[in-house]
């Protein structure tokens, strides 16, 4: 069974508990979006500026990358942490972003990672391959009332550049 919920005019999803699925209607999981879509907009238009371009965001609450820019090609995920960048050797993301990360790579797009973490924000453009110390793993959080686990890729947080190092992408892509 599903249920809607509308945060800011952003349609979001909660299920009722089943096997190995949170119940997406409790108070942590409900603080978590919020968390997620405050985000999002405080990037929109920093991002938007840092790209040159006008990315669209995402009203369905579902789609697998938070921004997109079908005219440029770019394609940008969001995260938020609520640690510190230097707390664990790796983060780690949901194997389904890299994978769609690589496809959308086939039709030429870039696609893009930036976390906020409670000290700074990292980035890095997502690879194609798995590069040095990167692995995919079984993984995932016990925060929201029941286990969340499934494959994820682990990434060693030496890929990651310090946003701001760089003033735009341009200055990103010519180091």
């Known amino acids: 069974m599903s249920n809607m919920f509308f945060n800011d005019g952003r349609r979001g999803n909660f299920k009722i508990t089943s096997g190995n699925r949170s119940n997406w209607n409790n108070e942590r999981c409900v603080a978590d979006r919020k968390l997620g879509d405050t985000t999002e907009r405080y990037f929109l238009p920093i991002l938007n500026s840092w790209f040159n371009t006008k990315f669209d965001i995402d009203k369905s609450g579902w789609r697998v990358f938070d921004l997109v820019d079908k005219r440029n090609k770019i394609a940008v995920e969001i995260k938020t942490r ?27 797009y870039k696609t893009y990672l930036f976390i906020k973490f409670t000290d700074c924000i ?54």
């Open 82 to 108: 609520r640690c510190k960048s230097d707390k664990f050797h790796h983060t780690m993301i949901g194997e389904s972003k890299w994978k769609e990360s690589r496809k959308l790579g086939l039709k030429g």
């Open 122 to 175: 990292k980035f890095m453009q997502f690879p194609v391959m798995l590069q040095d110390g990167m692995f995919i793993k079984e993984g995932g959080c016990y925060h929201r009332g029941k286990p969340e686990l499934k494959n994820h890729l682990y990434i060693p947080m030496e890929y990651f550049e310090d946003f701001r190092d760089y003033p735009n992408i341009i200055d990103f892509l010519e180091n």
